[in-house]
């Protein structure tokens, strides 16, 4: 019996695999290991497909550090802040969207945590998303307080977004304006908020696949279920602008190995989607089973009737559960 078959039947009996199986998994040829997890998914998760779009309700002006972003100031082609957006205007689009399949919308602003009017705005903006539908609300804001994410929650948020982003072993390397640590407290005061957590990271930063696979470990000994796939797009003025932008086969092989790990989460391809030639067939056959639809923050992303046809493609189901 294969490597590949070994693991995939502890999996499939219940079983969990240890940091030694994926990193001897890892090792496995792209192709079978994505076939296998593939079965894995359609073994958890069914055919089930999970739609989300998200809004830049505030972009630029970034105190973090973070290399891969554009929104920091610390960049040459830091972005300068445009302060919380009007929802007013977005509101038909979110209609739209849930009507044509996409069953949750995030809001995503840049910036460490929010101010007390900040927060106000964002409230208010989300209750007058559910007045006009019942799409499912994500929120993405970074470490704000249990107080304050309770608030979110009665306000009709459903789930928080919280990126891990990469090892805690790699996570310096990354960001020194924030910790690690920081970014696990913020997730455990939403699941104590009662919120969800969608909480991922991103990949081609000059991490290992060690770091990939500590990750996947650390996410699921934090019970995550929606799990954002983010493919580094290499942006001018930040440290990583010359960074070597990742190939397929390495990003079908992080899908397979998340997959392994987490057989019964929403594995969501998100950004830099566009940058790999047939990623949808090859990612969603790899066991992804979720995705970020429309443009992402910085950079432009696949619209929703192309994710929309594509799903029915592959022989996926759109998740149209309406709360």
């Not at 994926?22 to 994505?34: I, Q, R, V």
């Not at 970034?62 to 554009?70: F, G, K, L, P, V």
């Not at 304050?148 to 919280?162: I, K, P, Q, S, W």
């Not at 696979?213 to 995550?224: H, P, S, Y």
Request: proline share 3%.
């Amino acid at each position: 019996m294969s490597v590949i078959d070994q693991m995939q039947e502890k999996v499939l009996s219940g079983g969990e695999l240890t940091r030694e199986d994926a990193l001897s998994l890892s090792k496995e040829n792209h192709a079978p290991l994505a076939v296998a997890a593939n079965e894995i998914r359609e073994h958890f998760c069914g055919k089930s497909f999970d739609l989300c779009m998200i809004l830049n309700a505030k972009s630029g002006g970034c105190s973090e550090d973070c290399i891969y972003c554009a929104q920091s100031v610390h960049y040459s082609q830091g972005t300068s802040s445009s302060g919380i957006k009007d929802i007013t205007p977005h509101l038909f689009r979110i209609a739209e969207n849930y009507s044509l399949g996409a069953n949750r919308c995030g809001f995503v602003t840049a910036g460490k945590t929010l101010s007390g009017d900040e927060l106000e705005t964002l409230l208010t903006n989300y209750r007058s998303v559910q007045k006009i539908c019942k799409i499912s609300l994500c929120a993405s804001h970074g470490l704000l307080a249990g107080s304050d994410l309770r608030r979110l929650r009665e306000a009709g948020v459903t789930r928080y977004h919280a990126n891990l982003e990469t090892s805690r072993n790699y996570f310096p390397k990354i960001c020194t304006t924030h910790s690690y640590d920081d970014k696990i407290a913020v997730i455990k005061a939403a699941q104590e908020a009662g919120l969800e957590v969608c909480s991922g990271g991103i990949f081609g930063i000059g991490e290992t696949v060690t770091d990939r696979i500590d990750m996947a470990l650390e996410l699921r000994g934090l019970g995550i279920k929606s799990v954002p796939i983010n493919i580094l797009h290499p942006i001018p003025g930040t440290p990583l602008e010359n960074a070597k932008p990742l190939g397929l086969f390495d990003a079908r092989k992080i899908v397979s190995l998340y997959r392994f790990l987490l057989p019964d989460a929403k594995i969501r391809i998100a950004g830099g989607r566009g940058l790999l030639p047939n990623a949808d067939s090859e990612l969603f056959t790899a066991g992804a089973n979720a995705a970020i639809s429309g443009d992402m923050l910085t950079t432009a992303g696949v619209c929703l009737l192309e994710d929309v046809k594509m799903i029915a493609e592959l022989g996926f189901t759109a998740d149209c559960v309406r709360i």
